[in-house]
């Protein structure tokens, strides 16, 4: 599985297709092939190409609906589109970086304008006080802020430069840029929606 793994991380097709073909041959049980292809997905692929995960989902799918021989054929085609497609660890490690954050402070509290005031007491004591509904808003955001206040500002996912986090790196500079000039009173995202 680690030559498997290692040769879809290294976009090497054929090298993919054999110890894919060299696992089954041997006997292994191909839904656990089927499993690290999922999982491959999500860590080594992320969002360059978000379709991965779906790819391997449905070749799962096909796997255990087809048995064997013919299901296989749905776990080569997961493999050639896994060591195909571009290539991010980016959710995966900013991932791990807030599982940190989290073990080293597990009871950070939520900020009292994002809490629910379930009850009259709730609301009395300030919970859901100055919540901005973004929704109310012309682009549908607002400039408030929604980590714990020890973590304020804090960036965790950063996106690469290969396949869909390119566009996903645009959205997030629009959408950053937009609260800077929500801030800055400048932006059409703080007017009421007409």
Request: net charge neutral.
């Amino acid at each position: 599985i680690s030559a498997l793994h290692k040769s879809l991380r290294n976009s090497d097709v054929d090298a993919s297709l054999y110890w894919l073909a060299r696992m089954l041959a041997s006997g292994e049980d191909p839904l656990y092939v089927a499993r690290r292809l999922v999982r491959f997905a999500s860590e080594d692929v992320g969002l360059a190409d978000p379709q991965a995960l779906a790819v391997t989902l449905h070749a799962k799918e096909a796997y255990d609906f087809l048995g064997s021989p013919e299901g296989e054929l749905a776990l080569a085609e997961a493999v050639v589109y896994l060591a195909s497609a571009p290539k991010s660890n980016r959710v995966y490690a900013a991932f791990g970086a807030v599982r940190k954050d989290v073990e080293r402070s597990p009871h950070e509290p939520v900020p009292l304008h994002i809490r629910n005031p379930v009850t009259p007491l709730m609301k009395e004591i300030g919970y859901g006080r100055e919540y901005q509904y973004a929704h109310d808003h012309a682009a549908s955001t607002t400039d408030m802020e929604t980590l714990p206040e020890r973590l304020k500002g804090r960036k965790y996912y950063e996106p690469g430069a290969l396949g869909f986090e390119k566009e996903i790196r645009k959205r997030i500079d629009w959408w950053e840029g937009l609260k800077a000039r929500i801030r800055e009173g400048k932006g059409s995202g703080a007017d009421k929606k007409d």
